[in-house]
């Protein structure tokens, strides 16, 4: 692999907990710099990194600046802060990974595409559950035609009581929404990225903040324990979505609903075949014979660190990144329509 001198923009605990240690085990990549509006956080992470000396700033604008010979930067910042950031560093030619959701909006996002084609750097969004090994696995048997025409996609990413307390997940402002932008973008990606990524056309849905300012129901403790009177974003939301191709696609998903079970996974419907994930079967017949398939035995998979080693491969290599931004751009539209929808009442067209 080429050598890299790489930048962390807001290093907060995915930056500390999956970027550094996946950046450290890349022999090839240096970390050149780090930033974050909160001292703190970058004394903290002179720490992690055993380096006292990296050059540290409280704004990414000063760290662009100073320029430094980056390569590439990964933005890990709140949701708010990932376009303005990712525009500036793409109009000075240096690559973006930057941590999903692509951005708060569909407008935002597109800015972001927008300075993606004028520059010489590209732009990257970590929705690593396509990293997952299950999902992984799947994809093979989708892309080799296993389930035939798929027309049928559900998308979930449902947690009976998981309100992130730290930063400002609860912050509609600064995060544009709750668990359909934090998680079900997650879902969303994964499965629009099974079936091909085609066209969304249209889309309803609806939002509810039912449990979250609720003083008498369980926290998980720890970081799990939130501000509940601040608390204005939804904890749970569906969607449904009609694309160009035919198929439709359900998505739920939960910060905190009645559930039995947490549930993070897929479904999908195809003419040959259907598939379920946590845990991975295969729905299928064969010799007038119904089959499930399940697996012996999957690869263990370690997404953050395997979506920023294939990112850093591409580059190496110049092939295409693996994870495209006009992918991660149709996440946040449909999202976007279904924070519409939820306030209007009305289908989305797109
Ligand atoms: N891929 C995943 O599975 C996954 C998991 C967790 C979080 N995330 C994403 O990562 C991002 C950060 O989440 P987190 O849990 O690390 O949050 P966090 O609050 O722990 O860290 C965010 C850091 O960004 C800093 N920051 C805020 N505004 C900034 C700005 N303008 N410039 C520089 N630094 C700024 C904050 O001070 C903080 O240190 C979010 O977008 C979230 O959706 C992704």
Known sequence: MKKFRVGLVGVGSICNGAHIPALKAIPEIEIAAICDIDPKALENTKKNLGNENVPAFLSHKEMLEKRLDLDAVHICTPNYAHSPIACDFLAADIHVFTEKPISMTRAEAAKML??????????????????????????????????????????????????????????????????????????????????????????????????????????????????RDNFNIEDFCTGFVKFENGLTMYIETSFAAHIENDYFGVQLIGDKGGATTAPLKIFTDENKVMLDITPHYLQPASPHADEIIDFYTALSDGSEIPIKAWQAYDVISIIDAIYESARTGETVKL
């Open 114 to 227: 927008e300075a993606e084609k004028k520059s010489k750097a590209v732009l990257s969004v970590g929705h690593c559950w396509r990293y997952n090994n299950e999902m992984a696995a799947l994809k093979k048997f989708v892309d080799a035609g296993r389930l035939g025409e798929i027309y049928y996609a559900k998308a979930i990413s449902n947690r009976r009581r998981g309100i992130p307390g730290w930063g400002v997940f609860c912050d509609l402002e600064k995060q544009g929404g709750g668990c359909m932008i934090d998680c079900g973008c997650h879902a969303l990606d994964t499965a629009l990225w099974l079936v091909g990524n085609p066209r969304p056309v249209s889309v309803s849905g609806c939002s509810y903040g039912k449990l979250g300012r609720n003083k008498e129901i369980a926290d998980m403790g720890g970081g799990w324990s939130w501000d």
